[in-house]
């Protein structure tokens, strides 16, 4: 048998420290200040996943909970355990459907934030796109 080996041209990505660096450059560009929105959603986000996990943790107990209730022959208590299901039922679906539009406005936020930073240093260095853009604005001036 012979052992595979991947061809030498093609790159591996890794999550280490060259990574760590990279990602840490574009911090001001991600969050530019302590309370702007993309840091506010962040947190809002972090909230929100937090919140799902231990809702759906207490989700996955409601089968148990019926099992005993159906047990005791306990009317009440399956009609209150009926409503404290539905409950967090639909609060389960309020807080996915929350999380994911909080991901798709930071995603949002993100990649307007990146594209206008990407603009600002390409149109850094054109003179011919300013004196074109701007020509009137020049001449009206002198």
Same mark, same amino acid.
């Given at each position: 048998?012979?052992?595979?080996?991947?061809?030498?041209?093609?790159?591996?990505?890794?999550f280490?420290?060259?990574?760590?660096?990279?990602?840490?450059?574009?911090?001001?560009l991600?969050?530019?200040?302590?309370?702007?929105?993309?840091?506010?959603?962040?947190?809002? /986000?972090?909230?929100?996943? !937090?919140? %799902?996990?231990? !809702?759906?943790?207490?989700?996955?107990?409601?089968?148990?909970?019926?099992?005993? !209730?159906?047990?005791?022959?306990?009317?009440?208590?399956?009609?209150?355990?009926?409503?404290?299901?539905?409950?967090?039922?639909?609060?389960?679906?309020?807080?996915?459907?929350t999380?994911?539009?909080?991901?798709?406005? /930071?995603?949002?936020?993100?990649?307007?934030?990146?594209?206008?930073?990407?603009?600002?240093?390409?149109?850094?260095?054109?003179?011919?796109?300013?004196?074109?853009?701007?020509? %009137?604005?020049?001449?009206?001036?002198?």
């Amino acid at each position: 048998m012979s052992s595979q080996k991947s061809p030498p041209n093609v790159r591996r990505y890794k999550f280490d420290w060259k990574f760590l660096r990279r990602l840490w450059s574009l911090h001001p560009l991600l969050f530019p200040r302590f309370l702007s929105q993309p840091a506010l959603l962040l947190a809002s /986000l972090l909230f929100v996943g !937090v919140s %799902e996990q231990v !809702v759906g943790y207490f989700v996955g107990l409601i089968s148990g909970e019926f099992y005993l !209730v159906l047990e005791n022959k306990d009317s009440q208590g399956f009609v209150d355990h009926l409503i404290y299901s539905l409950v967090l039922i639909m609060s389960m679906s309020y807080l996915v459907t929350t999380r994911m539009y909080l991901q798709k406005q /930071l995603i949002v936020s993100w990649r307007k934030s990146l594209t206008s930073a990407l603009h600002k240093l390409y149109f850094a260095s054109i003179k011919f796109y300013q004196l074109n853009a701007l020509g %009137e604005l020049i001449w009206r001036e002198s």
